[in-house]
């Protein structure tokens, strides 16, 4: 019953912009501090951006200034606004909601940046 789930994946052109959803379900995000990770192929999981209960932001140095992690309290839901798109930023991108006791991740949602 308590879940994260993404959304707003797909097929992009390359330099192209997509805006990623987490919502989630049988529980609040207020005091949970979440980040966006992703997988590409053949790849481990990285960290993109996280973003605090205090809406301190944080990105891998890689992505900062095109990628933008908000959340917005009151709808349960956090975004990643990804921007100037390019075939590395293909992979599986997946929410994650921490508090120092209890954590849940998303299932993922695939972004595939191609002509």
């Known amino acids: 019953q308590m879940q994260l789930v993404e959304s707003g994946g797909g097929l992009v052109q390359p330099g192209g912009s997509l805006t990623l959803s987490c919502t989630s379900s049988?529980?609040?995000?207020?005091?949970?501090?979440i980040g966006w990770f992703r997988q590409a192929p053949g790849k481990e999981r990285e960290l993109v951006a996280t973003i605090t209960s205090g809406d301190t932001a944080n990105y891998a140095d890689s992505l900062k200034g095109r990628f933008t992690i908000s959340r917005d309290n009151a709808k349960n839901t956090v975004f990643l606004q990804m921007n100037t798109l390019n075939p590395d930023d293909t992979a599986v991108y997946y929410c994650?909601?921490?508090?120092?006791?209890?954590?849940?991740w998303g299932k993922g949602t695939l972004v595939s940046v191609s002509s």
């Open positions: 994650y909601a921490a508090t120092t006791s209890t954590h849940y």
């Open positions: 049988g529980f609040t995000l207020d005091y949970y501090s």
